[in-house]
């Protein structure tokens, strides 16, 4: 069998970023910027002031010295006279300075006279006034094509005049659950069924990982009907299946895969859980073949789908992030392969903790609950004492 970091490697080699789509930017949050982006104007435009106060034109200011005010200009208007020495124009936060003002007293800084203001004993010439360009000028590159768009870079396109751009869409992730002994949620089980708990899971993940969900249903173990609806997922970007990898009597996912001239490119990881997941190409179209078991499933999700994913979305980072922490208690690992372990992370004394769940069982759901990282144990290591470093993969769940 071959390692994690080799079969992650086979993955990675065989997708590439989804063709790029020009949509509108309120469309654009959460895709993958797929070309550089330029300013459309300077910002600010004009200078102007950063204040609610007094523009006025600084000089060798003395202490306290009085201005006479002469007009008032609001938030988009313009002051369309000049301002003299001795002037001054009350000014809002936003408006543009007008011709001759180079300075902004705040309002809360000033004694009202008759028909002026007095300044503090402190003005400093160019205070509270935000240069035109200060942000960006006309045709300053702003974000280079690979960028994910969070708010933050959609708001800064938005004051740049940008109203479209060019992304990676999100994936099409087609789901596909398989097994005699599965039974839809509302139904109740009968003697050795159990409920789909896979379609709820995996489905949650894709979703929160941007992607649009294309349901296949529920498949019995039989050739025929899986090829059928495997044929349904070949409009998605990828194809997801849970159950029927392993080397059971009834596991018939590649024999209904070999019917559609299915590449295999894996099959078998030296991981627990997951060992026998699949992963494979229809013409290009990724295709993985989970464990019907929901741990195995969720890890084999974690470590092969979602980094698929993200590569498909444009992201140029497609791993999970890792952080260091500190094991709180004493961890086993396997012999022959890399075990993945769910936990949690605490913070204790400004130190971050990495607590194993106490079920780690493939086939349960409870293997989750609460988990918000896997804690990689290479192959070969016997024990990992309590109060040891370790690095951790960050999951959301």
Known sequence: MISYQEALQLVLDRIRPLPPVEVPLEQAGGLVLAET???????PPADNSAMDGFAFAWREMRAEEELTVIGSVYAGACWNGAIGPGEAIRIMTGSPLPVGCDSVVPLEDVVATGDGIRLPALVK?????RRQGEEFHDGERLLEAGTPLWAGEIGL??????????VHPAPRAALLSTGDELVELGQTPGPGQIVNSNLYLLSSRLREEGCAVLPLGLCRDEPAALARHLAA???ADLILSTGG?????????????ATRDFETVFWKVAIKPGKPVLFGLFNGLPVFGLPGNPAAAAATFELFVRPALRR?????????????????????????????????IDEIDGRRMFHPSPRQGSGQNRSLQGARA????????????????????????
């Not at 010439?125 to 006034?129: A, F, P």
């Not at 392993?246 to 209904?256: I, K, M, N, P, T």
């Not at 896997?374 to 769940?397: K, T």
């Open 37 to 43: 982006v330029a300013a459309r104007w300077d910002m």
């Open 233 to 235: 997922g070949e409009q």
């Open 125 to 129: 010439k160019g205070q509270h006034v």
């Open 374 to 397: 896997m804690l990689p144990v290479p192959a070969g290591c016997d024990v990992i004492q309590a109060g040891r470093d370790v690095e951790v993969m960050m999951i959301r769940y």
């Open 245 to 257: 990898v392993s080397v059971g009597d009834r596991d018939y996912l590649r024999e209904a895969l």
């Open 312 to 344: 498909l979305a444009g992201f140029s980072t497609v791993g999970p992030p890792r952080l260091n922490a500190i094991l709180d208690m004493e961890i086993r690992g396997d012999a022959k392969r890399e075990c993945f372990l769910w936990g949690h």
């Open 157 to 166: 396109l938005a004051a740049a005049g940008i109203a479209r751009v060019r």
